[in-house]
């Protein structure tokens, strides 16, 4: 294997099989007895379920790669086959460097044990010396917080704990290959971003992480590159912003040529047919220069008049984060005027200068104040913003943050 590379995966598959299986005299007899009486039906002739198919890949030293994918695309099976939990089906997997998976919370754990000693014991796992973890016990225990608890036995800790223990645990007694499954998305939010800070100190000491996760803007700020999973294969990967934005385009269905069509709630006293995006001129597009605003159009119907009925935008990030919703009664002008049954067309108008370059998601919400929602649509319509001119009087074509509005700047005495 290249010196460079940590970890290389060549036409991996991994199968298992649907159904019951029975590893014991045990639980086989009264399944069959069972079926002798027709309680249980008769298994499947095909029960096979690949949860990989031909994946090929390979990480290199210092390199963080994500790996995204919806419920059931085969990622904790893949850490798994890295880690040797499960044996391949077919393939190779090759791994050069000191691995530590964390997987599972209780992986690697003694339920009877103490905090302190699953520290130790976790050490020798990865065959390090007494020494070594002594050196480190310290630093582990106080990242972890959970100094008050270090002496009681593990399986009286709570899963948060858990989490922040076999975390502290995993990045500290320094394995030269990190693996990283969702697993933190046990702990609170302050325990996270102290956990990707740590991943980002890790990857620059020129160690190797492999993270599984579900929150998109933690893949695009911490990995330098990831890897798509649908059903068992690999169908993209490259740079992680583009590698999530072709992830989410996927699995959110979103309409990409400016206009969609809604479900209609039937029941519903008020409701929103239609979304377009448009620049100025109600011209419907899906790509907007960023100078100019961008302009959401809403048609739909009031059924039964006189409620405090309000339709709401949301403009989410390609890593679905939320920038901000705008709700239809926020000026004097708009406020009241969804009170009459009837059809309407409403225009939410985005201000030019205020999203930087990139893609966005449109949400469309509507409700009664204070009584209840009637629709929650988190995606609708996908736009893209382009840089078409200097960033206001500099020579930089683009721009830095979540949102980028036009600040008043002055001198003041």
Known sequence: MNDDVAVRVEAVSKRFRRGEFYDSLRDLLPSLAGRWLRLRPKPAEDRAFWALRDVSFAVRRGEVLGIVGSNGAGKSTLLKVLAKIVRPTSGTVRIK?????????????????????????NGAILG?????IDAKFDEIVAFSGIAAFLDTPVKRYSSGMFARLGFAVAAHLEPEILLVDEVLAVGDAAFQAKCLGKMREVAGEGRTVLFVSHNMRAVTQLCSRAISLDAGRIVAEGPPEAVVAAYLQRVLAVSGNGAAELPDPKDAPIAVRTVRVCDERGEIGNVFPRSRPVVIELEGEVRRPGGRYIVAVDIRSMDDMLLFRSHSFEQQASYGMLADAGVFRLACAIPGELLPAGRY???????????????????????????????RGSDIMSTVGILTPACDWRRIR
């Not at 390090?128 to 070594?132: D, L, Q, R």
Request: charged content about 30%.
């Open 128 to 132: 390090m010396k007494k020494a070594e």
């Open 361 to 391: 998601l449109v949400g469309v919400v509507t409700a009664e104040r204070g009584v209840r929602e009637f629709q929650h649509y988190r995606t609708a319509v996908e736009f893209e913003v382009f840089q078409d001119q200097p960033l």
């Open 97 to 121: 460097g000191r691995l530590r998976a964390l997987i599972e919370i209780a992986a690697g754990f003694h339920p009877d044990l103490t905090g302190r000693e699953n520290i130790y014991l």
